[in-house]
């Protein structure tokens, strides 16, 4: 009986879920010429795909100069957004924060110093820098020496108040607080290489004389490794950090190095233990504990550390699409607006930006697009995209966009495997975005006229097989439009990718596609 009633259940919300959200009617051409006439009837033979049957698939398409519409299906409907939310944080922090914005990382001294012993308390103090590596934190600790300080006879002290201590957004899945790309926010943290994942370490395992040798980057006993791995003739690993905890525990079989981004469980912590070990190592010895809390006032400043400009960390914020980047930066802005290193501050400023800029259906949740109550439409991103065109930031943040079949990771980033050998290969940049059942690709085209377009295709509740093809052939076809010409045949992806990722291709490390 029971079976029965949830056959009769899951048929009905299927039924009602394919009512709701079924296919959209087919876009009526919005201009009489030939080449809108034929572009509007092959976008919605793109559409048809059976994948779509019952998802949701929105598109909207642009002049960027005339800011004509040219395609317009669904473009008002409010939709997940994934990682197209970095478009709305990376335009606005360009505008709020500037280009030439640069986060710093201090070592502040708090008490008197007696020859080579400071009788007082150290603090590191941070301000959010993503890019702070171990070897950055042994550059403070060489500037600390190198003032003659050998002794700390108070404590270290971690001042991590530029932002609240809310680390984890509100809507973000349990099951991601240990996946590197949704690791903790903190205005002291640190990353394990120049990919720049803030909040994570690397651990990599080897088969080594018939075991298995674990190793981290950067190296540190913050974490606690339990090994449990054997050394086989296949490798099928996996290393995964407890909930709560700093324990990873490492369990399968070994034959082939493998490694694993892993979030920390507290990155304030983290940072302050890579600095206290460069301490010692640089013959500074901290006689008290690591605690957290703000350097107190007059406290004098002994080393200090300064980012790349925003202009540079665009890149791989946006070519890798970097979900820390994305809240770090909006905790940055609510800080400069209203003093206030908070998600609620710097996600008004987003907003408000986005507003002034005429987008009309957005509602943000977080900066990076991680959180499924996120939610724009394409008419909604078609606009955004089409007013920063006149920003004088535009170019820096153009060009931190992924651009189509590029294989340089740093250029063509989430889209460097896709569209190949096609005429959008080096010629659309547009930002990804994916989670399951969701994806998105908003950006830039210029038309085989040399029009530039702006576009937007977001498919969402679609239940099995990546339709990533499907924006593919979008784009693809927006890069051969002309409109006084029409095109003889739908375009045909040279790499089809069938089995394409559901979450982008950056959060998949080792990068893969």
Known sequence: ??????????GTLVAALAWASGPSSPAIALDP??????????????LSDSRLTIARAGVVVRSATGGDELYNTDGGKLMIPASNTKLFTAAAAAETLGLDYRFTTSVLSAGRRAGSVLAGDLVLRGTGDPT???????????????????????????????????RLGNDWAWDDETAYYAAPVSALTASPDRDYDAGSV????????????????PETDYL??????????????LIERQHGTRTVVITGTVATPYQEWVAVDDATAYASALFRQALKKRGVRVLGPTVTGAAPAGAAKLAERASMPLSELLVPFMKLSNN????????????????QGTWAAGLKVSTDFARANGV??????DGSGLSRRDGFSPASI?????AVRGKPWFQAFYDSLPVAGNADRFVGGTLRSRMRGTPAADNVRAKTGSLTGVTALSGYVTSADGEPLVFSVMLNQYLSGSPKDIEDKIAIRLAQFRRAGTVDALPQLRQAAPDAPELECSWLKPAHC
């Not at 606690?224 to 690993?237: E, M």
């Open 324 to 339: 820390i980047h994305a809240e770090i930066l909006t905790k940055a802005m609510g800080r400069k607006v209203s003093g």
């Open 1 to 10: 009986m029971r079976r029965t009633s949830a056959s009769l259940l899951a």
């Open 202 to 217: 690397i651990v990599s395992v080897a088969a080594d004389g018939g075991k298995v040798k674990v190793s981290t980057t």
């Open 132 to 166: 702070m590596l171990a070897e950055d934190y042994d550059a403070l600790a060489a500037e600390v020496a190198g003032a003659g300080v050998k002794t700390v006879a108070g404590r270290l002290v971690a001042d991590d108040t530029w932002f609240d201590s809310v």
């Open 33 to 46: 010429s030939p080449g809108v006439a034929d572009l509007t009837q092959d976008i919605n033979q793109i």
């Open 360 to 365: 009309q259906v957005l509602n943000m949740r």
């Open 224 to 237: 606690k490794i339990v090994n449990k791995a054997t050394a086989g003739t296949s490798t099928d690993v």
């Open 382 to 386: 078609a606009q955004l995209l089409t």
